[in-house]
């Protein structure tokens, strides 16, 4: 008899996790409960209620729950205020997704007395890092369960066989082959790796994109839009008041449609292996430029060139599951204090696959003084002598060292 009576299991209704919550049942002799989260990817949830409801879960155990805003809110938008870039690329669109479903899993336990999640990451990726990470962070001691690294179906024939041995009905294009690479999408990305891709040599085909047309294909004319942010958020576009989820949901339908937000890399994964990822990202390209924007006009200088500082350490605690780490809690609380003036608007002109920045604006905020700027007379709000001074100390220490022949 197991000691693990009831298990909460991140559920997808795919062939992976319809497989686990069988597994789990027979393996652990538990009672199961599913988590399903709308975060935006794109498809019907509720096919995944139906489908643990045949699966033989029993409705007051199958929880689909639309997290959209949430996501948005209290996950994306503080990233973005970091200006979080891993490895001088990534936009980091499934990091930042799984500290928000670990947080519910453990939260979904605790009300229905589980003593145990489970997950479908597999024993390679990066997301059974932050699936657990995060877990344990909230809840110390809570019981974790990886399939992936205590079965032996360890290939999709095996699942396949799994599932017809037990009725487990499977998507047809799941049974056929499915796409030649695996995705995962939410409001902020689509990522492709795997199968195909996984030779770091081959150009994917124009048909795997889902949220961006070719550059090329774009419209030939350009498109200009004006988002507003408010202590380092975007509160408006092109005027008009949107929620956190609307928001990035618009910059997606206009990104995408120019071209925008398209990625081919190849990182460095957690777990000690490079991944080659493609991913689709135009909300949160426009973001990252519009903010950067909004930042230059109303951060102080060393300001801004700590928050430059401490960017990369940050999305790489984001990368490595960490979003719910003290120093993470410690940063975030520097970072947002930072944004209090982060006020105004941006202008942005996106064509073709570019978004360049036309215009930014922040009448109470701004730090930009046209009057010491100016290359015309400035009436002598800046003293040109003053700079020579400032010359000679910085170069004092070369001069020495000079002398010296050093």
């Excluded at 003593?115 to 001691?141: C, M, S, W």
């Excluded at 190849?266 to 950067?292: D, F, Q, W």
């Excluded at 200088?301 to 990369?312: F, N, S, T």
Aim: proline share 5%; glycine share 8%.
């Amino acid at each position: 008899m197991s000691d693990v009576r009831k298990v909460v299991l991140a559920y997808s209704g795919g062939l992976d996790t319809s497989v686990i919550l069988k597994w789990l049942k027979d393996t652990y002799d538990s009672e199961v409960v599913t988590f399903t989260a709308d975060i935006g990817q794109g498809e019907e949830v509720e096919p995944a209620r139906a489908k643990a409801l045949q699966l033989g879960i029993p409705p007051s155990n199958i929880f689909v729950e639309d997290l959209r805003e949430e996501f948005v809110r209290d996950f994306v938008f503080p990233m973005f205020r970091a200006n979080a870039v891993y490895e001088g690329e990534y936009l980091l669109g499934t990091s930042i997704a799984r500290p928000l479903i670990a947080k519910r899993l453990v939260e979904i336990a605790r009300s229905t007395g589980a003593d145990a999640i489970a997950h479908g990451a597999t024993g390679k990726g990066n997301d059974q890092v932050r699936f657990e990470l995060g877990a344990y962070a909230l809840a110390p001691g809570i019981r974790i369960i990886a399939p992936w690294r205590e079965w032996d179906l360890l290939s999709r024939d095996k699942l396949l066989a799994y599932a017809d041995a037990h009725g487990i009905p499977v998507d047809f294009k799941k049974r056929t082959g499915g796409a030649p690479y695996s995705m995962d999408a939410n409001l902020l990305h689509i990522s492709y790796e795997g199968g195909v891709l996984e030779d770091p040599d081959y150009a994917p085909e124009e048909s795997m994109w889902r949220m961006t047309v070719a550059p090329e294909a774009a419209p030939d004319d350009a498109q200009t839009i004006e988002l507003t942010y408010r202590h380092g958020d975007v509160t408006a576009v092109d005027g008009k008041p949107m929620s956190a989820a609307t928001v990035l949901q618009t910059l997606n339908d206009i990104g995408g449609r120019h071209g925008v937000g398209r990625l081919d890399i190849v990182e460095n994964r957690y777990v000690g292996m490079k991944s080659r990822g493609c991913y689709e990202t135009p909300g949160g390209t426009i973001l990252l430029k519009a903010h950067r924007a909004i930042e230059s006009i109303t951060l102080d200088r060393e300001v801004l060139a700590l928050k430059d500082d401490l960017a990369p350490r940050y999305a790489r605690m984001i990368y490595n599951g960490y979003w719910f780490s003290p120093e993470r809690r410690l940063l975030q609380g520097l970072i947002d204090a930072s944004q209090a003036p982060v006020n105004g608007t941006v202008r942005l002109k996106l064509y073709k696959g570019t978004v360049i920045c036309t215009g930014r604006a922040s009448p109470d905020d701004s730090l930009f003084d046209p009057k010491i700027a100016t290359f015309d007379d400035d009436a002598g709000a800046y003293d040109q002598k003053d700079a020579a001074g400032f010359i000679k100390l910085n170069a004092l220490r070369m001069r020495i060292a000079a002398k010296r022949g050093r």
